[in-house]
C-alpha cells in the first residue's frame, strides 16, 4: 500500500524532521512522482499568480500563499530526496 503523502503536514515543513520519521519508520524513500506532483502543482498556478502580481490587489493573498505552499512542498521532498541520496550514494544528482 502506497504512503500517503503527508509527510509535510507531520514533519511541519522540515526536511531534517521528515528524514527522521521516515528512518525511524524503517522505511526511507520519496518517489520522484512526489517531487514531480509538487512541481505540476505549483506550475499549475502560475497564470493565476503572474494575474495577481500585476494586478497588485491585496486580496488576492492567499493565492500567493497558496503558491507559496506549493513552492515550499516541493523543496521539502526534492530536499529530502537529496538527503535518502546523500546517505544512499553519499552523492546526489538533484
Same mark, same amino acid.
Given at each position: 500500500?502506497?504512503?500517503?503523502?503527508?509527510?509535510f503536514?507531520?514533519?511541519?515543513g522540515?526536511?531534517?524532521?521528515?528524514?527522521?520519521?521516515?528512518?525511524?519508520?524503517?522505511?526511507?524513500?520519496?518517489?520522484?512522482?512526489?517531487?514531480?506532483?509538487?512541481?505540476?502543482?505549483?506550475?499549475?498556478?502560475?497564470?493565476?499568480?503572474? @494575474? =495577481?502580481?500585476? @494586478? @497588485? +490587489? =491585496?486580496?488576492?493573498?492567499?493565492? &500567493?500563499?497558496?503558491?507559496?505552499?506549493?513552492? +515550499?512542498?516541493?523543496?521539502?521532498? +526534492?530536499?529530502?530526496? =537529496?538527503?535518502?541520496?546523500?546517505?544512499?550514494?553519499?552523492?546526489?544528482? &538533484?
Amino acid at each position: 500500500m502506497p504512503r500517503e503523502a503527508s509527510l509535510f503536514e507531520e514533519s511541519d515543513g522540515s526536511v531534517v524532521r521528515a528524514y527522521l520519521l521516515l528512518k525511524s519508520a524503517g522505511s526511507a524513500n520519496i518517489p520522484p512522482n512526489w517531487i514531480e506532483r509538487a512541481k505540476e502543482s505549483r506550475k499549475n498556478r502560475e497564470g493565476t499568480i503572474a @494575474g =495577481v502580481l500585476k @494586478g @497588485g +490587489r =491585496v486580496n488576492d493573498i492567499l493565492k &500567493l500563499e497558496e503558491w507559496e505552499l506549493a513552492y +515550499r512542498k516541493e523543496c521539502f521532498y +526534492r530536499g529530502l530526496r =537529496v538527503l535518502l541520496e546523500l546517505e544512499r550514494e553519499g552523492t546526489s544528482n &538533484l
